[in-house]
C-alpha cells in the first residue's frame, strides 16, 4: 500500500500541466456527494453484517479452517511442525495449494506470540476492503469520480462477493491481485514513464499465482495477453520492451511457486495426475457442458437481488451514458476483457476435464470463481462505459451583472 500511495504522488507531479499549459475543461458532476453517501451508507451495512459473521465464525467456513487457517497454524508450530502444512498425507487440505494467504495469518500470528482469533477475521477484512478502495480509486484517477463511486456501489450490490469476503477464504485476496494487476497496466499506459506500474503489475500476478492455483494460470494469461495486445498496437518490438518489465516484476514470487510445485510437492495436482485419454475424452461428453452451463448460470442470478442485481446495474449505465466506441477499447480495457475472458475459459475448461465429481466440484467452487473474477470484470466493464462527464455540457462561463449593467449604461450615453 505505501508503494502504491507512492507511485500515485510520483504519477501525479510527473503529469501535472506545465505553467502557462492550457487544460482541457472538465465538468464535474455535482452529485458525487450523493453517491459518496450513498457507499459510505452501504459500507456500514457491510460492516455490521461482516462483525455479525465475525462472531459466529471467528475461523471462517469450511475451507478456511480446515485449509488456510490450519495451514497457518502448521506454519507457526514449533520446530519441523511447518512440513504438515505441505505433508501429501493431507490430501483434503490440499498441500499443494501456494501459501501467502496462509504464511501471512502465521506471520502475524508470530508477532503477536500466539494464534488470536482476531488475526484471519483482520486479514480477510484488509483485503475485502482493499479491493473496495482500490476499485473506487483507480476508477477516480484514471476515468472520473463518478466513475469509481459507482463502481463502488456496484460492487457493493454483488451480495456473491460480499458474502465470500467473512468467508475467510484466499479467493477475495486473489481477486485483489486480478485487479491490481489490470489497474497497474492501465495506469501504465497513461503514465509518461511505465516502468514501475508495469513492474508492479507483474508483481501483483506473480502473487495470484503464490496464492492460489488459479493465480498461476492468471499470471500466463497476464504475460501472454499483454504481450498481444502490446503487439497490435505498437509492434513486437515495443511489446517485448515492456513484457520484459512484466516478467523482472514477477520473477520473485514465479521462484517461490516453482519451489513448491517442483520440489516441495511435485505432481499433486489432480486435474494434471489423471491420462491424457480419459482428459479428452469428458471433453465429448455433452451432459458435462450442460451442467456447467447450468451452474454458471444459477450463480449469475445469485449475483444480486432483483433490480438491485449488479449486471441488471451495469445494463441501466450502459443504456443511460452509453458505451465507447470498439476502437476506443484500445489498451488497458481490451487487456482486461482479453484477460479476464480466458481466464473464465479456463476455469471452464477445468470443469470439463476435472477428475472430481463435477456435481460436488460445480456446487462448492462457482461461486467462489465468480468472486474472484468479479472485481476485474467491473473494473473493465467501467472502462468501456462512457463517463457521467461525458453526457454533461460544459457550463457557460458567468457574467459579472454589475460590470454588465455598467456597459449597458454607458453605451447609452453615447450619442
Not at 77 to 90: E, H, N, R
Not at 165 to 181: F, G, M
Request: glycine share 8%; hydrophobic share 55%.
Amino acid at each position: 500500500l505505501a508503494l502504491m500511495g507512492s507511485a500515485v504522488f510520483l504519477w501525479r507531479r510527473r503529469n501535472r500541466p506545465a505553467a502557462g499549459e492550457s487544460a482541457i475543461p472538465v465538468v464535474g458532476f455535482r452529485w458525487n456527494w450523493l453517491l459518496a453517501l450513498c457507499l459510505a451508507a452501504g459500507l456500514l451495512l457491510v460492516a455490521a453484517m461482516w462483525i455479525e459473521t465475525a462472531r459466529t465464525q471467528p475461523y471462517g467456513e469450511w475451507d478456511a479452517w480446515a485449509i488456510w487457517n490450519l495451514r497457518a497454524k502448521f506454519l507457526v508450530g514449533p520446530g519441523q511442525t511447518w512440513k504438515y502444512a505441505v505433508s501429501p498425507l493431507l490430501e483434503h487440505t490440499h498441500p499443494e495449494y501456494p501459501l501467502l494467504t496462509s504464511g501471512f495469518i502465521a506471520r502475524v500470528w508470530k508477532c503477536s506470540g500466539g494464534t488470536p482469533e482476531w488475526v484471519p477475521v483482520a486479514t480477510s477484512l484488509l483485503f475485502a476492503a482493499s479491493v473496495v478502495a482500490l476499485l473506487v480509486g483507480a476508477l477516480a484517477l484514471l476515468r472520473a469520480t463518478s466513475s469509481g463511486l459507482l463502481g463502488g456501489l456496484v460492487l457493493l450490490a454483488s451480495t456473491l462477493f460480499l458474502v465470500q469476503a467473512p468467508a475467510q477464504y484466499a479467493d477475495v485476496p486473489l481477486s485483489l491481485y486480478y485487479l491490481a494487476t489490470l489497474v497497474l497496466v492501465g495506469w501504465a499506459a497513461r503514465a509518461q514513464a511505465p516502468g514501475k506500474p508495469l513492474v508492479l503489475a507483474g508483481a501483483f500476478a506473480s502473487l495470484a499465482a503464490w496464492t492460489k492455483n488459479e493465480g498461476i494460470a492468471f499470471l500466463v494469461l497476464v504475460l501472454a495477453g499483454f504481450f498481444l495486445v502490446e503487439w497490435r498496437i505498437a509492434g513486437w518490438s515495443a511489446a517485448f520492451r515492456k513484457w520484459r518489465l512484466l516478467v523482472l516484476g514477477a520473477a520473485p514470487a514465479m521462484v517461490m511457486v516453482a519451489v513448491l510445485k517442483v520440489w516441495l510437492i511435485p505432481g499433486r495436482e489432480p486435474a494434471l495426475a489423471q491420462p491424457v485419454w480419459e482428459a479428452a475424452g469428458k471433453l465429448g461428453q455433452f451432459d458435462r457442458y450442460a451442467m456447467i452451463a447450468k451452474a454458471l448460470w444459477d450463480e449469475t442470478l445469485k449475483l444480486g437481488l432483483g433490480l438491485g442485481h449488479p449486471l441488471v446495474l451495469l445494463g441501466i449505465l450502459a443504456g443511460s451514458l452509453g458505451i465507447l466506441r470498439p476502437r476506443q477499447w484500445r489498451g488497458p480495457a481490451a487487456f482486461a476483457l482479453l484477460t479476464m475472458g480466458l481466464s473464465f475459459a479456463a476455469y471452464c475448461g477445468v470443469y470439463l476435464i476435472t477428475p472430481q465429481d463435477l456435481n460436488w466440484q460445480l456446487s462448492t467452487t462457482v461461486g467462489r470463481l465468480y468472486a474472484q473474477l468479479w472485481p476485474g470484470f467491473l473494473w473493465a466493464a467501467f472502462l468501456v462505459l462512457k463517463r457521467v462527464e461525458d453526457r454533461l455540457k460544459p457550463a457557460e462561463p458567468r457574467r459579472d451583472s454589475r460590470a454588465e449593467r455598467r456597459k449597458q449604461r454607458g453605451a447609452r450615453r453615447q450619442p
